[in-house]
C-alpha cells in the first residue's frame, strides 16, 4: 500500500510541472531526443531518490535542480567527443566578434556555459524567485543575484540591443 | 526583448507521457529489487568499519582528532554536493592521509556541509575546490593541511567574484585518483588521494593567457571568456593564467585560439602552447 501511495504522490506531482522540466532541458541541447532522454534519466533518478526528499513542498526546485545537472552533464559529455565539423561550426558562431545586433536572450544561451544558462532560464524563462533559483541551484540567494547580474553585463557587452534589464 | 515567447513556445512531444511512465516504471522496478533498506546497510557497514578501526592503535590515535562519524551522504569523483547555507565557518584538518573540511556556524558542527564543487584539471594536473556559502575560511590553514597529502605540491587561492564563497586549487605532481566524501550529522568533506594505475604523461596543446597576477582581472576574464575559474593555472614562474581544456592537435587549438581572440583584449594575448598535460604553462 505504501508503495501505491509513494507512486501515486510523485505522479501527482510530476504530471503538471513534466512540460516545464522538458522545456528546460530542450534549452540546453536545442533537440527533442537529447530532451526527452534528460527527463527520462532525470525522472528515474528523482522517483529512486523522492523517499529522501524532506521537504515535498520543494518539490518543483528539487527535480529542477536533477534536470539542470543532467543536462549539464550530457553537454559535458558530449564536448569530450564532438565532432571535429561540429566543433568548428560552435566555435566560429561563438567566436564571431560581429554579432548579430538583435540576438535575443532565447538565442544567447547558447553562448553561455551550461552552468550559467540554468540561471538564465529559471530567471528568465520560469520565472522562479532569486530564493528559488538559490535552492534549485544550491547556492545562496546572494551568489544567485550576483551571477545572474554578470550573466547579464557580459551579454550586455556581447548583445547591443537586448532589452533585459527591464526586468532586473 | 527577451524572446520569452520562443521558450513558451517550445513545442512539447507527444510522447513526453510515454517516456516519463516508462521512466517510472523502470525506477519502480529497481526499488522493488532493493531487499534490504540502505539506511541498515550503511549502518552495519558504518559499524564495521568503526570497530576494525578502532582497534588499529594507528588510526585510534588519529581518530581522536575527529568529534563524530557523520552519515555518508555520497561519494564523487567529480561533481559537486551540498545544500545552501550562508555565513559557514570552514576548518581543515588532515587526518591519516585524507584531508577533513569540518564547518560550523557559532561553534556549533554544522548538520550538512555547504555547496561545493570540485573539479579535475590538467596541465598541470590539479583539483580545484570551491566551497560556496562560507564566509570564515583560512586559506593558511587550509594550504598547510592540504599539503601534508601525498602527491600535493602546491595549494593555492583563486580569487572567486563573490564574497560568500571560497575557491583554491590544490596542485599535484604527478596525475593522482581521488574521491571525495560528504557526511552529514555532521556535515563533512574528505577528501582523499591515491596513487593512480599508469598516469600517462603525453603532448598536449593548450589555449591560454599571457601571464597575470591573481585578481579581481583574471577572475572577470575568465568570465568573459565564459570559462569557470577553474581554469587559472599557476605558471613555471610563480604568475597565473587562464588555460583551456588540453587538446590533441595543434588544430583544435587554433580554432579555440581564434575563439579567444575574439574575447580578449590585448593585455590577454592570448595564444597556443605546447607541453605535457602533468606541465604548468609557460
Redesign the interface.
Given at each position: 500500500m505504501q508503495?501505491v501511495s509513494y507512486?501515486d504522490e510523485?505522479?501527482d506531482k510530476?504530471?503538471p510541472i513534466?512540460?516545464r522540466l522538458?522545456?528546460i532541458a530542450?534549452?540546453y541541447v536545442k533537440n527533442?531526443a537529447d530532451a526527452?532522454d534528460i527527463?527520462?534519466?532525470a525522472?528515474?533518478?528523482a522517483?529512486?531518490a523522492y523517499p529522501d526528499l524532506k521537504k515535498r513542498e520543494y518539490f518543483t526546485t528539487w527535480i529542477i535542480r536533477i534536470v539542470i545537472n543532467e543536462s549539464i552533464s550530457l553537454l559535458r559529455k558530449r564536448s569530450k567527443i564532438i565532432p571535429?565539423e561540429e566543433?568548428?561550426a560552435a566555435?566560429?558562431t561563438?567566436?564571431?566578434?560581429n554579432l548579430a545586433p538583435?540576438m535575443?536572450?532565447?538565442?544567447a544561451l547558447d553562448?553561455?556555459?551550461p552552468?550559467?544558462r540554468s540561471y538564465i532560464?529559471l530567471k528568465?524563462?520560469e520565472g522562479l524567485t532569486f530564493r528559488e533559483i538559490?535552492?534549485a541551484t544550491?547556492?545562496?540567494e546572494?551568489?544567485v543575484k550576483?551571477?545572474i547580474y554578470?550573466i547579464l553585463k557580459?551579454l550586455k557587452?556581447e548583445l547591443n540591443?537586448?532589452?533585459?534589464y527591464s526586468?532586473d | 526583448m527577451i524572446n520569452k515567447e520562443k521558450y513558451d513556445n517550445i513545442e512539447i512531444p507527444s510522447q513526453l507521457d510515454d517516456v516519463a511512465k516508462e521512466a517510472i516504471a523502470r525506477a519502480s522496478q529497481v526499488k522493488r529489487h532493493r531487499h534490504f533498506p540502505m539506511g541498515a546497510v550503511s549502518a552495519v557497514a558504518a559499524c564495521l568499519v568503526f570497530f576494525v578501526l578502532c582497534n588499529v592503535p594507528s588510526v585510534a590515535a588519529s581518530m581522536e582528532k575527529v568529534p563524530v562519524l557523520g552519515t555518508i551522504v555520497q561519494i564523487l569523483r567529480v561533481g559537486d554536493g551540498g545544500v545552501t547555507t550562508d555565513g559557514v565557518e570552514s576548518s581543515v584538518s588532515a587526518v591519516n592521509g585524507s584531508v577533513r573540511i569540518d564547518f560550523t556556524q557559532d561553534g556549533v558542527l554544522e548538520s550538512n556541509v555547504p555547496h561545493f564543487e570540485v573539479v579535475k584539471e590538467s596541465t598541470p594536473h590539479r583539483l580545484i575546490i570551491t566551497l560556496n556559502g562560507v564566509r570564515e575560511f583560512s586559506f593558511a590553514n587550509t594550504a598547510e593541511e592540504f599539503k601534508k597529502l601525498p602527491f600535493v605540491r602546491d595549494v593555492y587561492k583563486i580569487t572567486y567574484l563573490d564574497d560568500s564563497g571560497f575557491c583554491f586549487a590544490v596542485e599535484l605532481n604527478q596525475d593522482a585518483d581521488y574521491l571525495v566524501s560528504e557526511y552529514k550529522d555532521p556535515g563533512y568533506i574528505e577528501l582523499t588521494l591515491t596513487e593512480k594505475q599508469n598516469p600517462g604523461v603525453k603532448d598536449v596543446y593548450i589555449v591560454r593567457t599571457a601571464e597575470m597576477n591573481m585578481g579581481e582581472g583574471i577572475a572577470a576574464l575568465c568570465e568573459t571568456l565564459g570559462v569557470e575559474p577553474s581554469s587559472i593555472a599557476k605558471t613555471q614562474s610563480g604568475k597565473y593564467c587562464i588555460a583551456s581544456k588540453p587538446y590533441d592537435s595543434e588544430a583544435q587549438a587554433n580554432a579555440e585560439l581564434a575563439n579567444w581572440k575574439a574575447l580578449c583584449n590585448e593585455d590577454a594575448a592570448p595564444f597556443v602552447e605546447s607541453l605535457k598535460n602533468d606541465q604548468n604553462p609557460k
Open positions: 508503495t507512486n510523485f505522479i510530476l504530471t513534466q512540460p522538458y522545456k530542450f534549452c527533442e526527452l527527463v527520462s534519466h525522472i528515474y533518478r522517483y529512486l571535429m566543433h568548428e566555435i566560429t561563438y567566436g564571431m566578434p538583435r535575443d536572450l532565447y538565442d553562448r553561455l556555459s552552468i550559467d532560464i528568465y524563462f538559490a535552492t544550491g547556492k545562496s546572494n551568489t550576483t551571477k554578470r557580459v557587452a540591443d537586448m532589452e533585459v526586468y | -
